[in-house]
């Protein structure tokens, strides 16, 4: 056999391809580091946004007893002042522009929170979802159809679409039926 020598210009051919090779996979390589990069960049900003959406959700559910004890406070003031009035007591009730400016503060504390994404939402008379609502108890009715939300405890909290405290409810399902025995059966045939 021959051996053949290869000439210098060969060689250089051939290292010139060897070369042109080795710089396409380090340019594809180039190519994924920097999309894995730019994935990771989105992926972290992503994250870093939920984080600060959902950074005050715990401040905001402390808050939600203080939004409860508002609606309770203006309505049993309201309530009692209207009870006292239709009975004809003559009560120091409390100045009509005091109980105004607690509800102007309420209303400004609601405003606030919604401004950030939070609100309370009401699932009453709807189809009982477990996502929005804990069921608390039941109860037989024929007045709504089973499965329905019939009475509301507690509201419940969203932030952003994101539920932080779902609504305590009462569910309603069908009163139960007595199942008719073959001796009722017989004697109503009778």
């Not at 209207?82 to 400004?108: C, F, R, T, V």
């Not at 419940?156 to 001796?183: A, C, D, F, H």
Request: charged share 30%.
């Amino acid at each position: 056999m021959f051996n053949l020598k290869k000439g210098p210009v060969t060689l250089l051919k051939e290292e010139l391809e060897k070369t042109k090779q080795e710089a396409k996979v380090n340019y594809d390589n180039y190519l994924r580091a920097v999309a894995e990069f730019d994935n990771y960049r989105k992926r972290i900003q992503k994250e870093n946004e939920e984080f600060r959406e959902y950074a005050q959700a715990n401040l905001l559910l402390d808050l939600v007893p203080v939004l409860e004890n508002f609606d309770r406070a203006l309505f049993h003031v309201g309530f009692g002042i209207n009870h006292a009035k239709k009975n004809g007591a003559n009560i120091n009730s409390p100045d009509p522009n005091w109980l105004q400016g607690i509800k102007i503060i309420y209303n400004q504390l609601k405003d606030i929170l919604a401004k950030y994404g939070f609100q309370e939402y009401s699932c009453l008379g709807q189809e009982f979802d477990p996502k929005k609502c804990e069921a608390i108890n039941y109860i037989e009715t024929d007045e709504k159809p089973p499965n329905t939300v019939f009475e509301e405890a507690g509201k419940g909290y969203m932030l952003k679409g994101r539920v932080l405290r779902p609504s305590l409810v009462i569910v309603s399902k069908p009163k139960s039926r007595q199942i008719e025995t073959n001796q009722d059966k017989c004697q109503g045939e009778e």
